[in-house]
C-alpha cells in the first residue's frame, strides 16, 4: 500500500514534531550523562529510545501521551541507573563492567584477546593512534565503551592510570 490516509500523514507529523520535541527536552532535564560516551546500558537505552520513538511515530494504536511518557521512563530508569552505579562500585562494575588489560609491557594476553574478540592489529592500530613505538613500555587497555587505550608505561608498576584495572601479574623476567 502506498498511501494510507492525509490524516496518518498528519497524525505521523504532529507525533514525530511533539515527540521529539519531548525526547529533547527530556534528554537535556537528565543531564549531560545522557549523551555522553556510551557504555552497554546507554547503548540498550539508546535503542529501546529509538524504537520507543519510532512506534510512537508509525503506530496509530499508540496515544502521544502514552509514547512521551515511555520516552521519559526510560530517561527516568537511565538517570536512576547512572545514579546508583556512581554512589555504588560494586554496583557500576555490574552495569558498566571493568576495563580490560589486552596488551601488558610488549606482550598480547592472548586468552583474553580471544575472549573479547579483538585482534592483535586492531590493538596494533591503536598504539599508531597513539603513536606508540616502543611496544614493550605499552599496556592497551579495552575501555568499557569499547576503545581500546593504550599508555606508555613507566619502568616499575606504579602507573596511576590503569587504578581500578585489573592488571596481569608479571612475568618471571620482570615484564
Known amino acids: 500500500m502506498w498511501f494510507g490516509s492525509w490524516e496518518s500523514v498528519l497524525r505521523i507529523l504532529v507525533h514525530g514534531t511533539l ?3 519531548a525526547l529533547v527536552f527530556l534528554l537535556r532535564v537528565s543531564g549531560k550523562r545522557a549523551l555522553s560516551k556510551m557504555n552497554a546500558f546507554d547503548f540498550v537505552i539508546t535503542i ?10 508509525i503506530s496509530d494504536r499508540v496515544p502521544l501521551v502514552e509514547g512521551i511518557v515511555a520516552l521519559g521512563t526510560l530517561i527516568i530508569l537511565q538517570w536512576v541507573v547512572s545514579s546508583l552505579y556512581v554512589r555504588s562500585a560494586h554496583f557500576e562494575a555490574i552495569v558498566k563492567g571493568t576495563p580490560t588489560v589486552l596488551y601488558w609491557r610488549g606482550r598480547y594476553l592472548e586468552d583474553i584477546l580471544r575472549k573479547v574478540r579483538i585482534t592483535h592489529e586492531e590493538v596494533h592500530s591503536a598504539m599508531r593512534d597513539r603513536n606508540i613505538t616502543r611496544h614493550k ?6 575501555e568499557t565503551d569499547g576503545t581500546i587505550t593504550v599508555i606508555e608505561m613507566p619502568p616499575g608498576d606504579d602507573v596511576h592510570a590503569l587504578t581500578g584495572v585489573d592488571r596481569p601479574v608479571a612475568d618471571p623476567h620482570g615484564r
Do not use: P, Q, W
Open 137 to 142: 613500555g605499552a599496556a592497551a587497555v579495552l
Open 19 to 21: 515527540g521529539y520535541v
Open 48 to 57: 529501546a529510545l529509538g524504537s520507543a520513538f519510532a512506534t510512537l511515530l
